[in-house]
Each structure stands twice: as structure tokens, then as C-alpha cells.
């Protein structure tokens, strides 16, 4: 409730008293920026009451902003002000809603929506992000935003990071609040847009006079730009960087990497950093169970499903034999069995060969990520989902730990990076 509290009551108080006041019978619209873009809104108004409130453009998540728009308008008529509860989780949707309302119901009263005057200074505030508190510092002069610092945060990088970087130059150079989620880190666009707004309603500024939308962004060419490489890369995720520091590496190819998102890192960069893969090394602390040993024996002495499958049983029990004979107590573990579980685990429907691949190159693939500076954890345990303990841990935020290792000699190898770009297949 906390970190709501700076924003709802400064727009309560700002918009409280519309009610009483006189309009000139009409309808008028407004807008204001949501979690996703831009809100535009219609009210019809008579002398002293709002007739209707429509939502006549909105992108706001369908299922939790899409609950305020279809809501609010109802609520806005039946108060008969702006003064009305946000719903709850679409906060960010429901004080946009708030604020587009009240301009136009401003415009109904005939005064300059688009007047800006600030209380020069320094304002503070914070808002939760994707990860923690995210702390903002904007300086005002009079009539214009000089300055928007973010002293802290712990957002991630290439993601809520770059997101911050984007919407700080966007509404400082257009002096607007109305600029766009970044797509792949909207709740972090979201926290930085409403910090920026609790900070800047502490300097007495009408947030409707922030709300003046962005011009259009890119060019568009009717002409054909040719670029040669010797690689074409679609996806900045994990494989892709993978795949383009491996060209540039082993033949200093030249290599772009074609994003459609804004930011890069794919779905890499969101996940738990949890690393499957045989390390007789780093498992060679872990003892085998009488439970562990049962697992080994009845997966080696069912039916098979398929001459691979069978082929693949025969090769995990040959290990296990071996392992056995040389009387270790330590865990048992092998590529072989690791295709063997990841097969059994998927229902026996996935491909053999191509799960093998998987288990036999993913210890040298861990071992490749770690000399490109992947810190990953010296203990290995077992992962949610995972059956059995061979899941790596990587020391680092989200995925952070394996796509700046890659990001970095990207970078530094001259890889070009085009993130925001749209593929289409010719």
C-alpha cells in the first residue's frame, strides 16, 4: 500500500473537487500514459455531471490492466468524479485512467491542460520494480525536467536495465510521461514510470500537462539497404550469442544478430540460471543411496520402447556395471544416464540422438561457459524438476551470469547487434 500511497493521494486531492464544478455540456477527450502506451478517453459531460466515460484507446495487459478499463468508466459516472478506488493489481492502468479522465473533465471546465510549472528542486521516490524497491531523483526547474537518476536499483541487466536508460532519455527529451512500456521489461518500465511520476507530483506540477504522446519513432525507407556477412543470426538468447561468439571465435566471421525484441537475452536472461549436466568433479562429494541405486536398476530393467531405447539402456548399464565393479560410493552419474532420464522424464517421445547430443556436450558446453566467465557454483544439487543431482547453479541474478559472459566479447569482437528489428523470411 506503501509505495501507492504518494500517487493516489496527490491525484485525490487534485481531482477531488471536479464535481462541484461547472462544465460547458459537451464531450471531450484526453489521454494519459498507461502501463503499455498511451490511454485515450472520451467523457460527455452535461452542466454538472459526467454522462459517460469511454476508453477509446488502450494496449493494457488483458487480465489484470483490461480489469480497470473495463470497470472505471462505470465507477467515474456513478461518483461523478475521479475520486474513485483503483483496482486492485492494475494500479498503474487505474491512475492513468484517473488522470486522462481528469484532463478531459479539465477541458470541460475550460482550463489549459497543457500549462506546465514546476516548484524548482530536487524530488525523490520509489516504486517496486521486477526485483526490488527502484529509487528515482528528479530535478525540476520551472517549466521543464532537467534531470532523472536512478542512485539504486537492482533491476536486471540488458533488461530492466536498458529499460531505465530508454524511458529516461525518452521523457526527458520530450518532456512527457506518456512514453511506452519497453517490451520484455514492463514491469520495471511500469515501476520507473510511476517513481517518476510520484516524484514529479511532489513539485505541484498537473500530471495532465505530462501526457503530451511521443512523436513517432523510426523511419520508414521505401528503398533495399544491402549488408553482407558471412552469418545471419535470428534470437540473441542463449544460443544465438552462443552461436555468434563461437563464429567469431573459431573463424572470425563477420556475424550479425538479428532481435525482435528490444532488449536482448531471449528467455535466457529470465530464467534461474539451473544447469543440468554429468560433473563427475563436482559430484564426486554426493553419495550413492540404496533410493539412488533402485532408480538406476529399474530404469535398466524395463521394457524398451524402441531399439534405441534399448541401446541406450544397454549402454547406462555397461557404466553402471563398471561403476559398481570399481566398488565408488559416490554418486553414480553419465552422460548416458543423463539422456536416458531426460528421455524417460518426457513421457519416451522425444528423439534419442538428439537428446544424447544434448547430454554428451553439456558438461565441455558448461566448461565453455565457465572460461567466458560464467561463475558457476562449485555444489551441485537436485533442481526443481530435475531427477537427479547434477543441477548447477550459476552465482549471479536471473540469467544474467550466462548472457553477460556472452554479451561481452560480443561486444568487444565487434559483433553487430540489432535488437528491435522484425525478420521476415523471403
Not at 530393467?301 to 561403476?323: F, I
Request: hydrophobic share 40%; glycine share 8%.
Amino acid at each position: 500500500m506503501m509505495k501507492h500511497s504518494v500517487f493516489c493521494l496527490a491525484v485525490t486531492m487534485a481531482l477531488a473537487s471536479m464535481s462541484v464544478q461547472a462544465y460547458t455540456a459537451g464531450t471531450y477527450e484526453a489521454e494519459a500514459s498507461g502501463l503499455n502506451g498511451p490511454i485515450k478517453v472520451q467523457v460527455t459531460v452535461t452542466a454538472d455531471a459526467i454522462t459517460a466515460v469511454k476508453v477509446l484507446a488502450q494496449r493494457e495487459t488483458d487480465g489484470i490492466g483490461s480489469k480497470a478499463i473495463e470497470s472505471m468508466p462505470a465507477a467515474f459516472v456513478k461518483a461523478n468524479s475521479t475520486n474513485v478506488d483503483t483496482v486492485s493489481g492494475a494500479t498503474v492502468t487505474s491512475d492513468a485512467l484517473k488522470v486522462a479522465v481528469g484532463a478531459a473533465l479539465a477541458k470541460a471546465r475550460g482550463e489549459a491542460t497543457d500549462k506546465v510549472e514546476f516548484k524548482p528542486g530536487t524530488y525523490k521516490a520509489r516504486a517496486y520494480g521486477n526485483n526490488d524497491y527502484l529509487n528515482v531523483e528528479v530535478t525540476v526547474d520551472k517549466d521543464r525536467i532537467t534531470s532523472i537518476k536512478v542512485p539504486e536499483h537492482h533491476e536486471t541487466i540488458f533488461m530492466g536495465e536498458m529499460a531505465i536508460e530508454k524511458l529516461t532519455d525518452e521523457i526527458l527529451r520530450y518532456q512527457t510521461l506518456n512514453v511506452d512500456a519497453v517490451a520484455g521489461a514492463t514491469v520495471t518500465s511500469a515501476a520507473f514510470k510511476k517513481a517518476v511520476a510520484d516524484a514529479l507530483l511532489q513539485s505541484g506540477v498537473n500530471l495532465a500537462a505530462l501526457q503530451t504522446p511521443i512523436p513517432p519513432q523510426g523511419k520508414r525507407s521505401s528503398g533495399t539497404t544491402e549488408e553482407d556477412y558471412d552469418l545471419v543470426i535470428v534470437g540473441s538468447g542463449g544460443a544465438g550469442l552462443s552461436a555468434a561468439v563461437t563464429a567469431t571465435e573459431n573463424a572470425k566471421r563477420k556475424v550479425i544478430v538479428l532481435e525482435k525484441m528490444p532488449v536482448i537475452g531471449g528467455n535466457t536472461l529470465r530464467c534461474a540460471s539451473a544447469y543440468n549436466a554429468a560433473d563427475p568433479e563436482r559430484q564426486k562429494a554426493l553419495p550413492m543411496t540404496n533410493t539412488l541405486k533402485e532408480a538406476v536398476q529399474k530404469a535398466i530393467s524395463e521394457k524398451p520402447v524402441s531399439p534405441e531405447h534399448a541401446k541406450l539402456m544397454a549402454d547406462v548399464k555397461a557404466k553402471y556395471d563398471a561403476y559398481l565393479a570399481s566398488g565408488s560410493t559416490t554418486l553414480f552419474d553419465c552422460p548416458e544416464w543423463h539422456a536416458l532420464q531426460t528421455y524417460n522424464g518426457g513421457d519416451k517421445v522425444g528423439l534419442i540422438p538428439v537428446i544424447r547430443t544434448y547430454a554428451d556436450n553439456a558438461l565441455d558446453t558448461l566448461h565453455w561457459m565457465e572460461a567466458h566467465g560464467t561463475p558457476v557454483l562449485n555444489r551441485v544439487s537436485q533442481g526443481a524438476g530435475a531427477l537427479w543431482q547434477r543441477t548447477h547453479q550459476v552465482d549471479a541474478p536471473a540469467g544474467t551470469g550466462l548472457v553477460k559472459p556472452l554479451y561481452d566479447p560480443a561486444s568487444r569482437q565487434k559483433i553487430t547487434q540489432s535488437p528491435g528489428t522484425k525478420q521476415t523470411l523471403l
